[in-house]
C-alpha cells in the first residue's frame, strides 16, 4: 500500500509542476488557431531568433564536448596539484546564477571593462553580439559532459589502457580505441544534456545580448519580447516549439540511458 501511494505522489507531483504547465502551453498556443500559430512561427524575426539559438548551440556544443572530455580525463587519469580544485570549478556554473553570469560578463567585455577597451580598439564587438553570447552559453552549459564522463572513467578503470600501452599503443590510439568507445554513451548523454541547456538558457544570454530584435534576440528572448508586447499566442507558440525540443531531448535521454548502463 505504501509503495502505491508513494507513486500516486510522485505522479502527482510531476503532474502539477511538470505536465501541467506545458499541457497549458499546448492548449494555449493553439487558443486562435494553426493559421495564427504559423503565422508567429513563420515571422521572419522568429526564425532568426530559433537560427541563432541553434548556431549559439552549434558552437557551444562541440567545445563544452572536448573540454568535458578532456577535463575528465585529467581528473581520473592524471594526478596534479589542485585537481579537486578543478573538479570543484567544474560545478561552478551550476551554483551561479545565469544573471550573475551576464552580469560578470558585462563588467569584462564592457567599455569600461578589463577586456573591452582592448577589443574596441581593435574593432571588435564582444557585448550585444553573437560572441558574448557564446561565451554566456559555454559558461552555464560547461559542467554537464564533465559530469557524466567523470564518473564512468572512475567505473571502468585504466587496466584496458595500461594493457594497451603495454603492447605499444600510443596515448592517442589507446584514447581512440579503448578510452573513447568506452565512455561514448557517457559522452552523447552529455552532450544531450548541453545541447538542452544551450537551448533553454535565458538568464546570462538576456544581460549580454542586448535583446535586439532580429540580431541578437534567441528563442527564449523571443519568447519574453513577444509576451510583453501583448502577443500571448505568439509567446506560447515559441514556448511549444521549445516544449517539443525539450520532449525529444528527454526521449533521447530515456532511450540512450539503458544503453550507457549496459556498456558499463
Known amino acids: 500500500m505504501r509503495k502505491y501511494i508513494l507513486r500516486f505522489l510522485a505522479l502527482g507531483y510531476l503532474l502539477a509542476v511538470l505536465l501541467g504547465p506545458l499541457s497549458m502551453v499546448f492548449f494555449r498556443a493553439f487558443d486562435k488557431g494553426t493559421g495564427a500559430l504559423w503565422k508567429t512561427?513563420?515571422?521572419?524575426?522568429?526564425?532568426?531568433?530559433?537560427?541563432?539559438?541553434?548556431?549559439?548551440?552549434?558552437?557551444?556544443?562541440?567545445?563544452?564536448a572536448v573540454f568535458g572530455v578532456?577535463?575528465?580525463l585529467a581528473i581520473v587519469r592524471r594526478r596534479f596539484p589542485g585537481a579537486g580544485l578543478v573538479n570543484a570549478i567544474v560545478d561552478l556554473p551550476l551554483a551561479i546564477s545565469p544573471v550573475v553570469v551576464g552580469l560578470s560578463l558585462f563588467l569584462l567585455y564592457g567599455r569600461t571593462g578589463w577586456f573591452g577597451p582592448w577589443f574596441a580598439r581593435h574593432g571588435m564587438q564582444i557585448l550585444f553580439a553573437l560572441p558574448?553570447?557564446?561565451?554566456?552559453?559555454?559558461?552555464?552549459?560547461?559542467?554537464?559532459?564533465?559530469?557524466?564522463?567523470?564518473?564512468?572513467l572512475r567505473e571502468i578503470g585504466d587496466e584496458q589502457e595500461q594493457a594497451a600501452r603495454t603492447l605499444g599503443a600510443s596515448s592517442w590510439q589507446t584514447f581512440w580505441r579503448i578510452t573513447l568507445p568506452s565512455i561514448r554513451w557517457a559522452v552523447i548523454y552529455g552532450v544531450v544534456l548541453t545541447t538542452a541547456r544551450c537551448l533553454g538558457e535565458y538568464g546570462a544570454v538576456a544581460v549580454v545580448s542586448g535583446n535586439i530584435e532580429g540580431k541578437t534576440q534567441t528563442a527564449t528572448l523571443r519568447v519574453q519580447d513577444a509576451y510583453e508586447n501583448f502577443n500571448q499566442s505568439g509567446a506560447y507558440g515559441i514556448s511549444l516549439v521549445l516544449a517539443a525540443i525539450s520532449v525529444v531531448v528527454l526521449i533521447t535521454m530515456t532511450v540512450l540511458r539503458p544503453k550507457e548502463e549496459e556498456a558499463l
Do not use: G, Q, W, Y
Open 41 to 64: 512561427l513563420s515571422d521572419p524575426n522568429t526564425v532568426h531568433a530559433f537560427k541563432l539559438t541553434l548556431i549559439i548551440a552549434l558552437i557551444a556544443v562541440p567545445l563544452n
Open 70 to 72: 578532456v577535463c575528465a
Open 132 to 152: 558574448s553570447m557564446v561565451i554566456a552559453t559555454i559558461f552555464v552549459s560547461l559542467p554537464f559532459v564533465a559530469r557524466e564522463v567523470v564518473p564512468t
